[in-house]
Antibody
Framework: EVQLVQSGAEVKESGESLKISCQGS????????IAWVRQMPGKGLEVLGI??????????SPSFQGQGQVTISVDESISTAYLQWGSLTASDSATYYC????????????????????WGQGTTVTVSS | DIVLTQSPGTLSLSPGETATFLCRAS???????LHWYAQKPGQAPRLLIF???NRAAGIPERFSGSGSGTDFTLTISRLEPEDFAVYFC?????????FGQGTRLEIK
């Protein structure tokens, strides 16, 4: 089965560190970008950044780039992407999804369409201040 | 950055009716990079339409998308009970992603 499976819910205190994971299976994990998407309670969706497992190329969205923000990484040997924080704050409380960036294929020729065609189940992070 | 504005905020319809969702962009969007998702409570979003008008795998023909430039539409014909959810549009441009704020489809 083609799927992304995320690690479980986390409850942390402000200032603590955290690393959540997203493991892919059933497809060639190395050949699709993985995005991390934040959804704050009752709010919309924001892409934090994306990573290409084959070479660990990471692109952060401007709003999430910089000191004290998040770090995206991957261990392609176990088909797992990670999102981590060095020091959490209450404003990091949200549900975080990993999602695969889709490709459109015509025969053997595939092209990116920059949509997210496979999603993990989400990891809820709660940070108390 | 391209801002996507969805309307209406909430749509109240009955099963069997047709739902029409609008997504308006602050700048011209590449039609190949405009997509629609549905999200039910407690679940991850699901891709419905990619590239403006292409149904994702497993999405019924009742779902259709259209549009170009700055105005895009998602239409769901013959609403079924499982269609009631929040719908988001999303675009990619200038190496950035943005989502609309969502339209809630509720049972009337």
């Amino acid at each position: 089965e083609v799927q992304l499976v995320q690690s479980g819910a986390e409850v942390k205190e402000s200032g603590e560190s955290l690393k959540i994971s997203c493991q892919g299976s059933g497809y060639n994990f190395r050949s699709h970008w993985i995005a991390w998407v934040r959804q704050m309670p009752g709010k919309g969706l924001e892409v934090l950044g994306i990573i290409y497992p084959d070479d660990s190329d990471v692109r952060y969205s401007p709003s999430f780039q910089g000191q004290g923000q998040v770090t995206i990484s991957v261990d392609e040997s176990i088909s797992t992407a990670y999102l981590q924080w060095g020091s959490l704050t209450a404003s990091d409380s949200a549900t975080y999804y990993c999602a695969r960036r889709g490709k459109r294929c015509s025969g053997i020729v595939c092209s990116e369409y920059y949509g997210l065609d496979l999603w993990g189940q989400g990891t809820t992070v709660t940070v108390s201040s | 950055d391209i801002v996507l504005t969805q309307s209406p905020g909430t749509l109240s319809l009955s099963p069997g009716e047709t739902a029409t969702f609008l997504c308006r962009a602050s700048q011209v969007v590449n039609s190949d990079y405009l997509h629609w998702y549905a999200q039910k409570p407690g679940q991850a979003p699901r891709l419905l339409i990619f590239g403006t008008s292409n149904r994702a795998a497993g999405i019924p023909e009742r779902f259709s998308g259209s549009g170009s430039g700055t105005d895009f539409t998602l239409t769901i014909s013959r609403l079924e009970p499982e269609d009631f959810a929040v719908y988001f549009c999303q675009q990619y441009g200038s190496s950035r992603y943005s989502f609309g704020q969502g339209t809630r489809l509720e049972i009337k």
